[in-house]
């Protein structure tokens, strides 16, 4: 026979499986929410979009020369000085934008699936009709930003794809740049998925308005025109560091 003690022990385990079967901790049951993983896809987007616009205007400091922009890149290492070590601060914002990648890829397949398994049989199966154009869009476009960013990280990053050995050399963001478009097929490949991440941001921040509820009958052409233009200067940014390479412009 259990004595008491035990008794209550048992019953207050039990209670405490029951409570947390019942009711997981508020941020996990909003994460397994479709609006939950809209709003985490709405935040990491923020932060994902402020990184790209600052990356953007950083590399068009190689319009004024390979002495401003390496030394742009020796300053991404040395800021935080010297409250923080060489290079820690840019460590810091890698690890934040890895967090927010993972978390923004992750809750956009979940809630495809999640999508995909609320419908009914007979749309399943006209999947061509169901599947708006946008979203297709978003998920191919999203994939080929993954595959662009993995190569961008070995080729511009770290060197080791895409260069003759010993070309690459650390902190000469101008030289590297100058060399690795020199070879048409990754320039041209960059410029694809520069107009990839256009449209990707096109509607990627559309609808991130709409998830944090901002857009209204009055201001909606506004807002579209607005994510439109932000998408275009990013697409005219970014491309025009490969085609200035290509068309022979920069030196
Ligand atoms: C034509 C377009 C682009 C050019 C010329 C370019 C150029 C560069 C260069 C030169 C670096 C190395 C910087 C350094 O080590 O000092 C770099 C790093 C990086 N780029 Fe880009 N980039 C482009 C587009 C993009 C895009 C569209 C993304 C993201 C969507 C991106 C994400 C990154 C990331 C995450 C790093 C690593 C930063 C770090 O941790 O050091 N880049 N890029």
Redesign the pocket.
Known sequence: MPNNTTLNTVHSIGSVKARSVAAPHRVIAFWHTMIGKKVVMAATGIVLIG??IA?MIG?LKIFHGPTEINAY?RF?REVGWPALGYGEL?WM??IV?LVCVTLHITAAVQLSRMSWAARPIEYRLKRNLETTFASRMMRWGGAL?VV??VF??LH??AGVVGFHAGQFRH?A?YQ??MAAFAVWPIAVF?IV??AA?CLHLDHGIWSMLQTFGWITARNEKTLKAVSRVVALIVFAG??S??VSVLMGWLH
């Open positions: 990184f790209v990356h590399n890149s991404l840019l914002v890698r934008l930003l662009f960013i961008h990280l511009l990053t902190l963001a590297n740049v960059y998925a520069m991440l970014f491309g560091v490969p």
